[in-house]
């Protein structure tokens, strides 16, 4: 079964640290791009960054309102992705979900590429609450 | 940044009815890049459609995904008691960041 749980969530105080784990099973973890995916309380799901798989660099991206707090980084030999959350501010409380993300390559009619990905298994969440 | 606004915030139909979703983007993105998830009152959100038509692996065929440019419609033929739920729009294939839309709430009328 294709599975993915979130772990590492709790309460801290505001500017403190924290480290989130996304643990993979039931599929080749390394062939896919992993995304990390909040929620506020009673608010919309707000995406927070993405690492891409070693095929395509590894590299990540941000959110704007995470950037330069937050580290997206995976190990494939443990199957798992993390989310490295530092500066930790009141408006970070939130559930916080890990995604799989296939990438999907196609190409047009004159021949030019073109990706997209999309986020097709969800782990059920690990909630972390900002508070003094 | 593209933005997506979904529209209305709240729907309210009855069973056996049919649900009509919108999705805005601020600006025009390819139809590949635009993916619909559902939303369970205490659940993680699961995928439904991705480049915006695709309906991925289980998902019943009374849902569909149709737009493109900056319009995109999310469509369910005729509702079931377990649709009543919250949808979400995202783009996910031109640059970062990769946004989602506000919601559109199913309920029961």
């Known amino acids: 079964e294709v599975q993915l749980v979130e772990s590492g969530g709790g309460l801290v105080q505001p500017g403190r640290s924290l480290r989130l784990s996304c643990t993979a099973s039931g599929f080749t973890f390394g062939d896919y791009a992993m995304s990390w995916v909040r929620q506020a309380p009673g608010k919309g799901l707000e995406w927070v960054g993405f690492i891409r798989s070693k095929a395509y660099g590894g590299t990540t991206e941000y959110a704007a309102s995470v950037k330069g707090r937050f580290t997206i980084s995976r190990d494939d030999s443990k199957s798992s992705a993390y989310l490295q959350m530092n500066s930790l501010k009141t408006e970070d409380t939130a559930v916080y979900y890990c995604?799989?993300?296939?990438?999907?390559?196609?190409?047009?009619?004159?021949?030019?590429?073109?990706?997209?990905?999309?986020?097709?298994?969800w782990g059920k969440g690990t909630t972390v609450t900002v508070s003094s | 940044e593209i933005v997506l606004t979904q529209s209305p915030g709240t729907l309210s139909l009855s069973p056996g009815e049919r649900a009509t979703l919108s999705c805005r983007a601020s600006q025009s993105i390819s139809s590949s890049y635009l993916a619909w998830y559902q939303q369970k009152p205490g659940q993680a959100p699961r995928l439904l459609i991705y480049?915006?038509?695709s309906r991925t692996t289980g998902i019943p065929d009374r849902f569909s995904g149709s737009g493109s440019g900056t319009d995109f419609t999310l469509t369910i033929s005729r509702l079931e008691p377990e649709d009543f739920a919250v949808y979400y729009c995202?783009?996910?294939?031109?640059?970062?960041?990769?946004?989602f839309g506000q919601g559109t709430k199913l309920e029961i009328k």
């Open positions: 995202q783009q996910y294939g031109s640059s970062p960041p990769y946004s």
């Open positions: 995604t799989r993300d296939p990438r999907y390559d196609y190409y047009d009619s004159s021949g030019d590429g073109y990706y997209f990905y999309y986020m097709d298994v």
């Open positions: 480049g915006a038509s």
